[in-house]
């Protein structure tokens, strides 16, 4: 695992902690005004961890 490796996975585990601390209800905005990353890495994280089904997407 290199360090991009690393803060993938840092982040990764963010974003799980904000939603898991709003009992999984929260919008993009909210995840990003949680955590301070940016919206863009925000939804790549996302994408990754519903398709690993991880999280669901409100909505679907």
Do not use: C, H, Q, W
């Amino acid at each position: 695992m290199n360090s991009s490796d690393d803060r993938y996975a840092i982040r990764s585990v963010d974003i799980l902690a904000a939603v898991a601390g709003k009992n999984g209800a929260l919008t993009v905005d909210g995840i990003v005004a949680e955590t301070g990353l940016p919206k863009s890495t925000v939804f790549r994280i996302l994408a990754t961890l519903t398709a690993r089904r991880l999280l669901d997407a409100a909505g679907r």
